[in-house]
C-alpha cells in the first residue's frame, strides 16, 4: 500500500486524471484561465529545463515564447489552423531562433548570463510590440480564428475542448522533456551543471551539449507559446513581458528547480495567485506578487518540495 | 548645415537623457562589476530619488540643493538596505538575488505609487529655471542645460576618482578578480554593502536630478533599469568608461534615432547589443566555471 | 538519475485540489441584488483616469442610497490596465464567473473594441463611459455609451480651425486604436472644411505608447514648419509631459489644441504651462444647469478633490442611465441583462451635468461640444467655456 502511494505514475495518472475531469467542475472563465495557465506552464517547463538540467537559470525564455505565440499567428491569420502544423511550426521556429542566439548566450555563465537573456527577453518584447502588422501593437492581436485540432475535426471553440486540447499538448510535452532529461545527452548536460571543468577536462564538447538543451528548451517555449494563441485566441506584446520571465522562473523556483511536474504546479499556483489578487484586491497584484517573490526566496529554498520535507510531508531526498 | 540645425535639438536632447542614464548605468555596472550583483530594483532607487526631491523642492535654489542631496542619500539608504537583504543568500546563486530584488522593486515601487498618487508630480524648480533658453538658435529647456552641466562635472568628477584615487584603484581591482578582496583581506559582506550603498546612491541622485526631466513612476523606473541594462552590456561589464560611451549612444539612440529612423530605433539597441556581444569577447563575459 | 518521483506526484496532487478548492462558487447575490461590472484603469498610464470614473460612479451610487432602480447594488470593480491585455480577462471574469448583469466603465476604446464583441456573445449589456471605437452600425445590440465617440472631438472642432486659423495645422498623436479614432475624426473633417496639414509627410505623426516621454524632438520638428497651430490628443501622464514640454519649446509660440489635454489631474500636473491650451470636450464643471451644480456639490461635498472631470460625469451619467433602465422594470420581476438592454433602448431624455442628452440611432449620445481654454480662474487653473461648437450624434 504505501509503495502504492510513493508510486509515482499512479499520482500522475490520478492528477491528470483529475485535471481532465475539471470542465465538469467548473464555471468558462476558469476554464479559460486554466487553458492559459497551462500555456505559461509549458514556458515553466521550458524554464525548468534549463535551469535544472543545465544549470543555466534563464530571464528570457518568453524570447523563444514569443517567436512561438507569433509563428501560430501569423498561421492563423494565413488561413493554416491545423494543431499539427501549428505546434511543429511553433517549435521549430523557437528552436531556429535559440539555435541561432544560443552560441553566443551559452558561452555566458553565472550573472551573465542572466543579464543577457534578460536583455534578449526584453528586446523581443519590444520588438513584438513595435513590430505592428503582427502583434498589432498595444491594441493586440485582434480575434484570431479557433485552432482545429486535427483534419475534418471541428475547431476548438468552447472552453472545455480548448482545455482539453491544451492540457493533452502539455501532457504529451512534459513527458517527452522528461524521457529526454533521462536520456544519455540529458545525463550528460547534467554533468556539465554539476562539474564542468571535469567534463570539459574529459574532452566533452560542453558548448555543443549546452547549446543543444538551449535549443529544445526553446522548442518546449515556442509551443507553450503556440498554445496560448489557441486559449486566449488574442494575443498582446504585453504577454511576453519581462515580468511573466520573472513570474515563471519564479515558479520554477517554487516549484523546485529540477523538477518539471513541480515548474508545471508552481506555475499554477503563482498564476492562480496573480489571478486572485486581480480579482479580489484589484490594482494591488504587483504588490502582493512582490511580497510573494520575497518570500519565497527567503522561506522556500528547496521549493514547495523542500518545505513539504520540512514539515515532515515526505522522506528527505538523497544529498543533492 | 541647416541638416545639423535641424537635428541639433534631438542631439542635445540625446546628450541630456545620456548623461541621466550615464549616472544611473555606472552604479548598475560598479554593483556587477565589484559586487556581481544583478540588482533589478535598480530602477526603483531612481524612483525613490525622484520622489525625494519632489518633497523637498520648493522654487529656490536652495531647494534644488536639497533635493540633490536627499536623493543620493535616499538612494544610498536604500541601496544598503538592498545589500542587508541580499547577504543571507550568500552562496544561493545570482538566481536569488535577481528574484530577490525584483520582488523588492515590486513592493516598493507598488508602495511609493501607493503612498503618491499615481498622479504625475514634478519638482518644483526655481521660476527661472522653468522659461525655455535660446542655445544656438534653438529653444530648450533651462533645467535640461543646467542638467548637462551637472552630469557632465558629476562624471568628471567620477572619472577623477576611479582613475586617480586609491579607492579607485581598488575597485579596478576588484572588477578585474574578485577574489583579489578575499586575498587583501577586505570584509566581503563590507564591499557589498559599500559598492551597493554607492550604487544606491548614484542612482538616487539621478532620480532627484533627472525627476524634471523624467519623473518619478513605475513606467520611469522600468525603462531606466533596461535602458542600464543594455548600456551595461554593450560598455563592458564594469566598465565605468565603457558606460559612459554607451550610455550617450543609447541618449541618441532615444533621440535622434526617433527622430531618422522612428520604425527602427527599438532594433537599434538590441542591433548595438548583439554587436557588442559578437565583436568583442571580453573576458568578462566569459567568466567560466562558476555556476549559479 | 535521482529519485525525484514522489515529490512530483504530491505537487501534481496538490496542484489539482488547489485548483479544485479555488474554484468553488462563491456567495450567490440574493435575488433583489443587481450585480454590476465596473471596468476602469487601477494601473498604468490611465490610472488618474480610471480613479475619476471609479469616484463618478461610486458617488451617484452613495447619493442614491447605495441603489439604482430601487434595488441594492453590488458592485464589483476590475482594473482595466493599458488595454485589452488586462481589462478582456477581467471581462470574462466578471461575466463567466461572477454573472454581473452589466458591464460598465472602460477607459480605452481598444479594450472597449474587445470586450464589446465579447460581451454582445453573452448577452450582457455594456454600458460604456470612456473612449469608443467607431461601431459596425448594425451590430450595436446590447452595446450603449454615455460619453463620446472617440472621432467626434476632432470632428467637432475640426470647422472651427479650418474657419478661424490662418495656415495649416500640425497633427501628431499617440499610435494606438485610440490616438487614430480620435486623429481621423480630426483630420478628415479638417481636410473636407478646407484645411491643410503641415506635417511634412501630409498625414498624422504618430508617437509610440506608451513609452514615449520625451516630446521635445517632435516639437522642434514642428516648430520648422509653417504650422498655424498643433492638434492632438494625449490623457494621462502623456498629456502633461505633451504639454509642460510644449511650453519650454521651440514651438511654444504654436498655438496648442486638442482633445482631452488639459483634462482632471492632468491639469493639476501642468500647472502654468497648460495656460491658454485649447481644448475640445462634452463638459467643462463650469457648465450652468441644475444637474451639473447639483452635481459638482455632491462631488465637493463628498470630499472628492478639485473640481469634477468629464470622466467622473460620463460614469455617473452611466449609474443614471442604468438607476432608470432599472426602474423601468416592475418591482416583482427579476433584473436580468436582457431586460436592463430592453429598458434601456426606451430611455428618453437623460438629464445630466452635461445637459440633457439621449441616444443615438449609433447608441451613443446626441450631445453639444464645447471650446474650452485653460485660463486663471480666480486662484486656480480651469477649463473655461468660451464657445459652443457643434451639437454631434444624430
Given at each position: 500500500m504505501t509503495r502504492l502511494l510513493l508510486d509515482t505514475r499512479v499520482w500522475t495518472a490520478l492528477a491528470v486524471a483529475a485535471l481532465a475531469a475539471l470542465p465538469f467542475a467548473v464555471d468558462a472563465y476558469t476554464l479559460s484561465s486554466l487553458s492559459g495557465i497551462i500555456s505559461l506552464g509549458l514556458l515553466a517547463v521550458s524554464v525548468a529545463v534549463l535551469?535544472?538540467?543545465?544549470g543555466l537559470p534563464s530571464l528570457g525564455q518568453v524570447a523563444p515564447y514569443a517567436f512561438g505565440m507569433y509563428t501560430t499567428v501569423v498561421l492563423i491569420r494565413a488561413g493554416v489552423t491545423e494543431a499539427p502544423v501549428l505546434l511543429l511550426a511553433s517549435g521549430a521556429a523557437a528552436a531556429v531562433f535559440c539555435a541561432v542566439i544560443g552560441p553566443a548566450v551559452v558561452r555566458t555563465r553565472g550573472v551573465v548570463f542572466l543579464m543577457l537573456t534578460l536583455a534578449v527577453g526584453e528586446l523581443t518584447a519590444q520588438a513584438a510590440q513595435q513590430w505592428k502588422a503582427v502583434s498589432g501593437g498595444t491594441d493586440g492581436s485582434g480575434r484570431l480564428d479557433p485552432t482545429v485540432p486535427f483534419w475534418g475535426l471541428e475547431p476548438l471553440v468552447d472552453e472545455p475542448a480548448v482545455y482539453w486540447y491544451c492540457l493533452a499538448v502539455a501532457v504529451v510535452v512534459t513527458a517527452l522533456a522528461g524521457w529526454a532529461a533521462r536520456s544519455t545527452p540529458g545525463s550528460l548536460v547534467r554533468g556539465v551543471r554539476d562539474n564542468e571543468a571535469r567534463m570539459r577536462a574529459d574532452g566533452h564538447r560542453v558548448g555543443a551539449y549546452l547549446l543543444g538543451v538551449f535549443v529544445f528548451a526553446g522548442m518546449i517555449a515556442g509551443i507553450g507559446g503556440s498554445l496560448l494563441v489557441t486559449s486566449q485566441r488574442m494575443v498582446f506584446p504585453s504577454d511576453v513581458s519581462f515580468s511573466i520571465s520573472a513570474l515563471v522562473l519564479m515558479a520554477v523556483v517554487i516549484g523546485g528547480a529540477a523538477s518539471l511536474g513541480g515548474a508545471l504546479v508552481g506555475a499554477g499556483a503563482v498564476i492562480l495567485l496573480r489571478d486572485w489578487t486581480a480579482a479580489y484586491l484589484p490594482g494591488q497584484g504587483p504588490l502582493v506578487l512582490g511580497a510573494l517573490f520575497i518570500a519565497a526566496v527567503y522561506l522556500m529554498p528547496g521549493g514547495l518540495a523542500g518545505v513539504l520535507e520540512r514539515i515532515g510531508l515526505r522522506r528527505r531526498k538523497e544529498a543533492t | 548645415m541647416d541638416l545639423l540645425d535641424a537635428y541639433l535639438p534631438h542631439v542635445i536632447g540625446g546628450v541630456t537623457y545620456g548623461l541621466l542614464l550615464f549616472t544611473v548605468a555606472s552604479g548598475l555596472t560598479l554593483a556587477f562589476g565589484v559586487a556581481d550583483v544583478l540588482n533589478l530594483a535598480h530602477g526603483t532607487v531612481f524612483m525613490v530619488g525622484g520622489y525625494a526631491a519632489y518633497l523637498v523642492t520648493d522654487g529656490s535654489w536652495w531647494g534644488l540643493v536639497l533635493a540633490a542631496l536627499a536623493g543620493t542619500a535616499a538612494g544610498a539608504v536604500f541601496g544598503g538596505a538592498l545589500s542587508g537583504a541580499i547577504m543571507?543568500?550568500?552562496?544561493?546563486?545570482h538566481m536569488m538575488q535577481a528574484l530577490l530584488t525584483f520582488g523588492v522593486s515590486m513592493v516598493v515601487g507598488n508602495l511609493l505609487v501607493q503612498v503618491f498618487g499615481s498622479a504625475e508630480l514634478r519638482p518644483d524648480l526655481p521660476d527661472v529655471l522653468e522659461q525655455p533658453v535660446v542655445f544656438l538658435g534653438h529653444n530648450y529647456p533651462a533645467y535640461h542645460l543646467l542638467f548637462i552641466g551637472a552630469a557632465g562635472l558629476l562624471a568628471a568628477a567620477g572619472w577623477l576618482v576611479v582613475t586617480r584615487s586609491r579607492v579607485g584603484a581598488l575597485v579596478r581591482a576588484m572588477v578585474d578578480d574578485q577574489d583579489m578582496v578575499a586575498a587583501l583581506g577586505v570584509n566581503p559582506k563590507l564591499v557589498l554593502a559599500g559598492v551597493l550603498a554607492v550604487a544606491g546612491a548614484l542612482a538616487g541622485l539621478a532620480g532627484a536630478l533627472g525627476a524634471p526631466i523624467l519623473g518619478p513612476s513605475l513606467h520611469a523606473a522600468n525603462t531606466v533599469l533596461l535602458q542600464s541594462l543594455v548600456i551595461v552590456v554593450v560598455g563592458g561589464l564594469g566598465s565605468i568608461g565603457g558606460a559612459f560611451v554607451a550610455a550617450l549612444l543609447v541618449g541618441q539612440v532615444h533621440t535622434l534615432g526617433v527622430a531618422l529612423a522612428p520604425e527602427w530605433s527599438p532594433y537599434l539597441l538590441f542591433a548595438a547589443m548583439a554587436v557588442a556581444l559578437l565583436v568583442r569577447r571580453p573576458p568578462q563575459l566569459l567568466v567560466g566555471g562558476r555556476t549559479t | 538519475m535521482k529519485h525525484r518521483l514522489p515529490r512530483r506526484a504530491l505537487l501534481l496532487g496538490t496542484a489539482a485540489g488547489l485548483v479544485l478548492t479555488g474554484c468553488t462558487a462563491d456567495d450567490g447575490a440574493s435575488a433583489d441584488t443587481v450585480k454590476i461590472g465596473l471596468i476602469v484603469p487601477?494601473?498604468?498610464?490611465y490610472e488618474e483616469v480610471g480613479n475619476d470614473m471609479r469616484a463618478g460612479f461610486e458617488l451617484y451610487l452613495e447619493t442614491h442610497n447605495n441603489e439604482l432602480g430601487g434595488r441594492k447594488v453590488e458592485l464589483l470593480v476590475g482594473d482595466e490596465g493599458d488595454g485589452p491585455a488586462t481589462s478582456y480577462d477581467v471581462a470574462s471574469r466578471f461575466v463567466q464567473q461572477d454573472e454581473v448583469v452589466a458591464l460598465t466603465g472602460i477607459a480605452s476604446g481598444a479594450s472597449y473594441a474587445e470586450i464589446s464583441v465579447f460581451a454582445q456573445e453573452q448577452g450582457v449589456p455594456l454600458i460604456g463611459s470612456g473612449g469608443r471605437p467607431t461601431l459596425d452600425p448594425d451590430q450595436l445590440e446590447g452595446l450603449w455609451h454615455t460619453s463620446w465617440i472617440s472621432e467626434e472631438n476632432g470632428t467637432a472642432i475640426a470647422p472651427y480651425m479650418a474657419e478661424n486659423l490662418d495656415g495649416p495645422v500640425y497633427a501628431i498623436g499617440p499610435d494606438y486604436q485610440g490616438g487614430h479614432d480620435q486623429l481621423r475624426g480630426f483630420t478628415e473633417n479638417f481636410l473636407e472644411a478646407g484645411g491643410t496639414l503641415a506635417n511634412p509627410t501630409g498625414e498624422t505623426t504618430w508617437t509610440k505608447f506608451p513609452d514615449t516621454d520625451n516630446f521635445l524632438p517632435y516639437f522642434t520638428e514642428i516648430a520648422q514648419t509653417d504650422a498655424a497651430a498643433i492638434y492632438t490628443f494625449y490623457a494621462g501622464a502623456a498629456a502633461v509631459n505633451f504639454v509642460q514640454q510644449w511650453a519650454q519649446s521651440d514651438a511654444k509660440d504654436i498655438p496648442l489644441y486638442g482633445a482631452f489635454l488639459t483634462e482632471g489631474s492632468a491639469l493639476t500636473a501642468q500647472g502654468d504651462a497648460a495656460e491658454g491650451v485649447y481644448t475640445v470636450m462634452n463638459y467643462s464643471a463650469d457648465l450652468d444647469n441644475a444637474a451639473n451644480r447639483e452635481f459638482v456639490s455632491e462631488w465637493t461635498a463628498a470630499g472628492l478633490t478639485g473640481q469634477p472631470s468629464l470622466y467622473a460625469m460620463c460614469s455617473w451619467d452611466a449609474a443614471s442611465v442604468l438607476d432608470q433602465a432599472i426602474a423601468s422594470i416592475p418591482a416583482g420581476e427579476e433584473v436580468t441583462s436582457e431586460a436592463i438592454n430592453a429598458a434601456v433602448a426606451e430611455l428618453g431624455e437623460i438629464d445630466s451635468p452635461r445637459g440633457p442628452w439621449r441616444f443615438s440611432d449609433t447608441h451613443a449620445p446626441v450631445q453639444r461640444w464645447y471650446l474650452r481654454q485653460v485660463q486663471l480662474d480666480g486662484q486656480q487653473l480651469s477649463n473655461v467655456v468660451i464657445q459652443e461648437l457643434a451639437t454631434l450624434g444624430d
Open positions: 535551469t535544472g538540467t543545465a | 543571507p543568500l550568500a552562496g544561493r546563486g | 487601477q494601473t498604468g498610464v
